[in-house]
């Protein structure tokens, strides 16, 4: 089975720390992806990336970059977190190809305080 | 974007009964996935269809897609307590796909 695994289940940083958000995966996956969950909202992405060092921006990638430098792992950076960046954060992969299922990691809730 | 849109935001039902979710959506599609999450949980792939097809089934799962109508329903038949989850449909182009905003349901014992 895919295994997505995120550094951490729950984090806490304070307003204008840099905030790193890691993402591994086990399956050779060409595509990675960061979404943020905010109730009422639903999922939308904020980066993606199809191969190493490669990265498209998603629907808001304000006040985000991504680091893509080895296949298995993607990072979410928070240049300087802000309180409107508390939410969950999930990260996915997919293989290759048209509209591939997503394989889910259990997410990150980050409060920025 | 072509976000999917999930109807009703919410369902309520009694173990054993069905429950159907619906999901439109606004623009051509070449496929429309859905998806659950349990409370606290990451998102789990449940059923592909593509644009060609018009029903699929796993399991208790059946996806209809109406591709005339531009929406897709879901039903979960026999309905068991551990089907307590969102629902969600996706939608999109070739690598990445856009989420609804999904569908809440409670199976009550």
């Known amino acids: 089975d895919v295994k997505v695994t995120q550094s951490s289940r729950y984090l806490v940083k304070r307003t204008g720390e840099k905030v790193f958000l890691e993402c591994v995966q086990d399956?050779?996956?060409?595509?990675m992806f960061w979404y943020r969950q905010d109730p009422g909202l639903g999922l939308r992405l904020i980066y993606f990336?199809?191969?190493?060092?490669?990265?498209e921006k998603g629907d808001i990638p304000e006040g985000y970059s991504v680091s893509r430098e080895k296949k298995e792992r993607f990072s979410l950076i928070l240049e300087s977190a802000s309180t409107n960046q508390t939410s969950m954060y999930l990260c996915?992969?997919?293989?290759?190809?048209?509209?591939?299922?997503?394989?889910f990691g259990d997410g990150t809730r980050l409060s920025i305080l | 974007s072509q976000q999917g849109e999930e109807d009703p935001q919410a369902l309520s039902i009694q173990e054993g009964e069905n429950a159907t979710m619906n999901c439109s959506y606004k623009t051509s599609i070449n496929n429309l996935q859905w998806y659950r999450q349990n409370s606290g949980r990451g998102l789990v792939h449940l059923i592909l269809i593509r644009s060609n097809e018009r029903e699929k089934h796993s399991g208790r799962l059946r996806v209809t897609l109406d591709t005339s109508k531009k929406s897709s329903s879901l039903l979960i038949t026999a309905s068991r307590a551990a089907d307590t989850a969102s629902y969600f449909c996706a939608t999109g182009g070739y690598q990445k796909v856009t989420f609804g905003i999904g569908t809440k349901l409670q199976v009550i014992p």
């Open positions: 990336s199809y191969d190493v060092k490669m990265k």
């Open positions: 996915a992969s997919s293989s290759d190809g048209l509209n591939q299922p997503q394989h």
């Open positions: 399956m050779d996956h060409e595509n």
